[in-house]
């Protein structure tokens, strides 16, 4: 039986070389031995996600204008089937004046690398405080 991930391949392999290891495991080195023999010319490389064929994805979107999906779904569908978008990556171009605009005086400091004085913590001064109810000649002895 071949391996099904690189890390798979790597660790049958160890077990395969190594006896100790394989005992540590608690995986027979005959079993590392199969996968080994097995393994022999396969190459595990970075793999990922196939990309979906023009066919699947003209289908996909035949479907769903069918079946009466958003158009903003199928606009989604039909951009992503020409290609990525962002192909250059970096910011899109809608949220680059979002991004220049600082969201407030504290985050313009901090922009220029200054300190910027922070508010409250442990802060008490200028803090209007709770108002104690007293009793109006309560509480003595008759």
């Known amino acids: 039986m071949p391996s099904t991930s690189k890390k798979q391949h790597n660790f049958m ?15 027979p080195q005959s079993v590392g031995k199969d996968f080994s023999t097995a393994d022999k010319g396969r ?17 996909e979107i035949g479907f769903m204008k069918k079946k009466g999906a958003p158009k903003s779904m199928i606009k989604h569908e ?17 949220l680059k004046a979002h991004a220049a605009a600082p969201a407030s005086k504290a985050h313009a400091g901090m922009k220029g690398g200054g300190y910027v004085k922070a508010a409250d913590g442990v802060a008490s001064k200028g803090k209007t405080k709770a108002m104690q109810v007293k009793m109006a000649g309560g509480g003595k002895a008759c």
């Open 43 to 59: 190459k595990f490389s970075k793999g990922g996600d196939m990309k979906e064929s023009k066919a699947m994805m003209a289908k």
């Open 78 to 94: 039909m951009a992503e089937a020409k290609g990525k978008p962002f192909a250059k990556g970096g910011i899109a171009t809608s």
């Open 13 to 27: 392999q160890a077990v395969a070389h190594n006896p100790a290891f394989a005992k540590k495991v608690g995986v």
